[in-house]
């Protein structure tokens, strides 16, 4: 259900996991988050999650991690009701993006053995080629 849902919602895929439990209630569906974490598991690859502008004018990474404001609409990094109430403990973020780094997917896609045949693709046909 999860990889069928890969470009619907977290609430798209909570709904989905609630009717099927209506209609087999024995049945033992993860959330969606547990889900995540035991793809992960097996997989090695994790998104990396960072807080970027909430016009996706910039991502507060590298030399700008340390901004409060983006340096392009001067928009606020942080959630302003959140860190006044907590008189600037909590700061959560306006807006956040996830990336999934590129080595543990390579290294996912050589650990099978099928993947990893198609990974020798192009040294292949180059061999042939030459």
């Known amino acids: 259900m999860f990889i069928a849902l890969e470009h619907s919602s977290e609430s798209t895929y909570a709904k989905i996991q609630r009717a099927i439990q209506k209609g087999f209630p024995d049945s033992e569906l993860p959330t969606f988050h547990q889900t995540k974490r035991i793809l992960a598991n097996l997989s090695g690859v994790t998104s990396v999650v960072k807080d970027m502008c ?77």
């Open 54 to 130: 909430v016009n996706s004018c910039a991502a507060f990474v590298g030399p700008l991690s340390d901004l409060d404001v983006c340096p392009e609409c001067s928009e606020p990094r942080y959630d302003q009701v959140k860190l006044q109430r907590s008189n600037g403990r909590i700061k959560q973020p306006r807006a956040v993006f996830h990336t999934m780094p590129i080595g543990p997917q390579l290294q996912a896609l050589w650990r099978h053995p099928e993947t990893a045949e198609k990974m020798r693709y192009r040294e292949k046909r180059t061999q042939q080629l030459f």
